[in-house]
């Protein structure tokens, strides 16, 4: 499971719902944050690739290397032909064909969730974002 979403969005409360069913021997939760040493040595796409389980393994990650490219491409700090390139590989590498086991999950839901707590309002329609699996 892949969980990305701005801060303070609630992902880890929703991390921490849908693993509450599962024995904690079943899964592994892995947070991604500002890269390492080494794992700036190497690819971007190693970091994930390391983490991910073995067959019949649960993973659920609290954001990936999406944050990378919607950073940019969002504040436009970058022009389209330096993203693009790792959007679209980012996009291929979830299509390759040993990985579709994975599920991405965007966490609108945790902003419609943190509505129901008081003193928070609603999400507005300009600032709620859903994709699937990451369309451009």
Known sequence: LLFEGWDAAGKGGAIRRVVAALAPQCYRVIPIAVPTDEERA????WRIEQRLPSTGGVAVFDRSHYEDV???RVRELVR???WRPRFEEIEAWFQSPWKTGL???AVPAAARASAT???VSPPSPSTTWTRGAFAP
């Open 70 to 72: 919607l950073i940019v």
């Open 103 to 105: 599920w991405t999950e």
């Open 80 to 82: 389209e032909e330096l």
């Open 42 to 45: 190497h690819h971007y796409l």
């Open 117 to 119: 707590r008081p003193g």
